[in-house]
């Protein structure tokens, strides 16, 4: 009872729920010896288990027609056809007779053998099909197992996912699907499965590393998502407390929201804008809930995950013109394709890089792929007219990047003119500032843009040389380290030098440690999960310019990012002593 293990805080609150362990895949597929006699049954067993996977995916694809439409349940006729590939059913059934080996392992090795070729193939359509492959292979080796596993998405209670990893399209998948609350064994603060737990405010633990160990399915556990604390099968006394937490948080919750309709201004009139991240547009009913002045990034690359084929310029257009009407008069800044990273996109089939971070992503990508761009480009610029529409390339390194994309989107304007399609002439086009030579050269990269986003996630990443995901360097990654502060008060000098408007939309911006000193370096808009949005307001409205810009001189002239963190602490609980104990 109450055994307590411990993470890195994702995203906040308490929750209380069972368990569902996700990812360790119950099936064995060790190799077996059969005697001659078993060899008919083991024959049957393989037939039986394709007939049950049949049956699930009919039953599967019914259910997905009904409730989500027929593109998606299409994607079940194809592993169908795997199912009904008599191909691969007659040889794992003589290597059964001939080799005298349990069917599983046989399975298993075909399945590999197909996955093989099929990811070689110089056609595109073929080389899709591994992922079918792998999906099918992997229910029918559980029907074997006569085990059933659920998919992220069909959740028929309230549950808590523990996990090994889940990857940021999981996460998606999982939304409002009754996940309540999720725990992995790796991951960092800024990876993206813990900024979509904070997007979708449910309380998330990352980084526990023996999670998946200690954790049994069925158990009940606690998460405290602000401490990064776990209880596993608390006892009655430990969740009546964390039930008392949990009102406590909601009704501060509540009093910040009190807060909604009053402007984010300093006691001395400066005003800044406080705009909220979104991954999907169904976020924009909490993004408005929170007071929310526009929103300030919009990844995109969601749009590209957990779905068959890419988007079309229909799909994109359709939807960057919702956000930009349900938003408006608002601003939106939509950021382009941001893969690569931790964020993947299977059906582009793009080969791992040693170190993904560093890799063939963002805006190199795009600019490598302008048949892929350009129908995002295209896209954007015709939802243009539909509201207050801003766009921002990610990942620029300077310059010569930055030109290079916006020639691709003069190239779209110039198309769109000669066809007479309308789009806002006077849209602004940003880059984002998240790679240390753009940081760098933000006098230069600011000739190009219209506006600067400061993209700290990344930033700090690249700028102390520490993998965002990666939990044992976890502690190297520090926002408050006097390099990331030096380099944010540059970009935003040099910003302003350009006469451009300078926003941040890394997690940095809605954290209250670093607000004031941001504040105080004259940052015009801070963007950040729209919970967050009421107490951010509540900090900048209670302080004046001069003195965070006091706040921001002080911590630039201590030496290590804990020192730069206690004062900040200090000044807080100065400031709204009933808050920041
Ligand atoms: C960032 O890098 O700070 C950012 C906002 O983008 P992302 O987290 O999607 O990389
Ligand atoms: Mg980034």
């Not at 053998?113 to 492959?133: C, G, P, Q, T, W």
């Not at 006098?443 to 843009?449: F, S």
Request: charged share 30%; hydrophobic share 40%.
């Amino acid at each position: 009872m109450n055994e307590i293990i411990k993470g890195i805080p994702a995203s906040s609150g308490i929750v209380i729920g069972p368990v569902y362990l996700l990812g360790k895949e119950d099936y064995d597929v060790s190799k077996r010896k059969i005697s001659d006699s078993d060899i008919a049954l083991e024959i049957v067993r393989f037939e039986e288990a394709l007939i049950q996977t049949h049956k699930d995916l009919i039953a599967l694809q019914k259910k997905v027609s009904q409730e989500l439409d027929q593109e998606q349940a299409q994607i079940f006729d194809a592993h169908l056809l795997v199912l009904e590939d008599r191909m691969l059913i007659e040889e794992v059934i003589s290597r059964i007779k001939k080799e005298k080996v349990n069917v599983e392992y046989i399975f298993q090795g075909m399945l590999n053998k197909y996955i093989n070729v099929f990811s070689r193939m110089e056609d595109e359509y073929l080389r899709e099909r591994v992922a079918d492959i792998n999906d099918v292979g992997k229910r029918v080796l559980r029907a074997l197992s006569g085990k059933k596993k659920k998919s992220l998405s069909e959740f028929e209670e309230k549950v808590i996912v523990v996990a090994h990893d889940l990857s940021p399209s999981d996460t998606a998948a999982m939304h409002r699907k009754n996940v309540i609350g999720f725990i992995t064994d790796i991951g960092g603060k800024t990876s993206h499965t813990a900024i979509m737990a904070k997007s979708f405010e449910i309380p998330a633990v990352v980084g526990v590393e023996i999670a998946t160990s200690r954790i049994n399915e069925g158990d009940t556990i606690i998460i405290d998502g602000t401490a990064g604390v776990i209880v596993i099968n608390p006892d009655k006394k430990t969740i009546t407390q964390y039930n008392k937490a949990k009102d406590k948080i909601l009704a501060q919750d509540e009093s910040f929201l009190s807060l909604k309709a009053l402007p984010a201004q300093t006691k001395d009139k400066r005003r800044v804008e406080l705009a909220a991240n979104i991954e999907l547009p169904e976020e924009i009913p909490f993004v408005i809930d929170h007071g929310a002045e526009g929103i300030g990034l919009y990844r995109t690359e969601y749009f590209y995950m957990n779905r068959r084929g890419l988007p079309t310029e229909e799909e994109h257009y359709e939807a960057y013109k919702l956000v930009a009407q349900k938003m408006s008069p608002h601003s939106v800044v939509i950021r382009t394709l941001d893969l690569g990273g931790d964020k993947f996109i299977s059906q582009l089939q793009i080969p791992h890089d040693m170190l993904p971070f560093l890799g063939w992503r963002a805006i190199r990508f795009c600019l490598a792929r302008p048949d892929i761009f350009k129908v995002q480009l295209r896209a954007l610029l015709r939802a243009s007219v539909h509201g207050n529409i801003k766009i921002m390339y990610p990942m620029i390194s300077g310059i010569e990047e930055m030109r290079q994309a916006n020639q691709m989107m003069d190239d779209v304007k110039v198309e769109l003119r000669s066809k007479k399609i309308p789009f806002n002439e006077d849209v602004e086009i940003g880059a984002m500032i998240e790679v240390p030579s753009a940081a760098m050269t933000a006098d230069l990269v600011g000739q190009e843009a219209d506006f600067f986003s400061i993209g700290t996630n990344d930033l700090i990443q690249y700028a102390l040389a520490v993998d965002r995901t990666n939990e044992k360097v976890a502690y190297l990654y520090e926002p408050a380290h006097p390099a990331v502060l030096r380099l944010i008060k540059r970009i935003i000098e040099d910003g302003h030098k350009n006469n451009i408007w300078v926003g941040m939309c890394g997690e940095m911006s809605g954290d209250p440690i670093f607000v004031l000193i941001l504040l105080g370096m004259g940052l015009d808009k801070f963007s950040m999960p729209s919970k967050m949005i009421p107490q951010i307001k509540q900090l900048v409205r209670a302080v004046t310019m001069d003195q965070a810009k006091k706040i921001a001189e002080e911590v630039l002239t201590l030496s290590t990012g804990k020192e730069v963190e206690k004062f900040s602490k200090k000044k807080l609980r100065e400031i709204i002593p009933e808050i920041y104990k």
